[in-house]
């Protein structure tokens, strides 16, 4: 079965700073990867997907991920963040081609933004 | 509009209360889940279904009764709650494929 980890479990940078959220998979083929976006009290938001292809990914709210598949990481990262991007982020990988459609999701990362 | 739609948003209930929660998608998904997040933890599957059949129950206590009569409603009926209980029971939606699910916006749940 495929798992994840989050290294970070909060995350503090400065409005307007670069931020790189980590993840890291476990799955012995090429998985389905993604970011979610949780606002306090929210459902979760799709940010963006890798299935195949270009290795880097763009998703919504100027928000990018990068599959390396030798490092089984797929790290998000946006150039320079708004107070808005306060929020928790799970990362979340799907197994290609089997029988078990279920996600496994990773235990979030807390963005606060400073001023 | 996310494509799944989880009613109420809020709800606060006595310890001796009934009440379900609702979810709703038109996506032509075949799978629905609930999940428990309560504050500081993790996301807690609850139940998978799959075209309407129950594949999936974490050892969820008996005071949660899913129950799904379509692809496209789900329900959680909750009766004689605990306030551990209290959290945010989000609903989600998927294909077979494993490439994605679509979430709701959530059910506050605040037992007293």
């Known amino acids: 079965a495929q798992s994840v980890t989050q290294p970070d479990i909060h995350i503090t940078v400065s409005e307007g700073a670069s931020l790189e959220l980590r993840c890291n998979y476990s799955y012995g083929a090429t998985p389905y990867l993604f970011w979610y976006v949780q606002s306090p009290g929210q459902g979760l938001q799709l940010l963006l997907k890798y299935f195949s292809g270009d290795t880097l990914v763009q998703g919504i709210k100027g928000f990018e991920a990068e599959f390396k598949r030798s490092q089984s990481s797929f790290n998000l990262r946006k150039p320079s963040v708004h107070w808005s991007d306060a929020a928790e982020y799970f990362c979340?990988?799907?197994?290609?081609?089997?029988?078990?459609?279920?996600?496994?999701f990773g235990a979030g990362t807390t963005v606060t933004v400073r001023a | 509009e996310t494509g799944v739609t989880q009613t109420p948003r809020h709800l606060v209930m006595g310890m001796t209360n009934k009440k379900s929660l609702k979810c709703e998608q038109h996506?032509?998904?075949?799978?629905m889940y609930w999940y428990k997040q309560s504050a500081k933890k993790p996301l807690e599957l609850m139940f998978v279904y799959n075209f309407k059949e129950q594949t999936e129950n974490n050892s969820v206590p008996s005071r949660f009764s899913p129950e799904c009569p379509n692809s496209s409603h789900l329900f959680l009926h909750l009766h004689t709650l605990q306030p551990e209980d209290s959290a945010l029971y989000l609903c989600?939606?998927?294909?077979?494929?494993?490439?994605?699910?679509?979430f709701g916006s959530g059910t506050r749940l605040t037992v007293v």
């Open positions: 989600a939606s998927s294909r077979l494929t494993g490439d994605g699910y679509t």
């Open positions: 979340a990988v799907g197994a290609r081609g089997s029988n078990d459609y279920k996600l496994s």
């Open positions: 996506l032509g998904h075949n799978a």
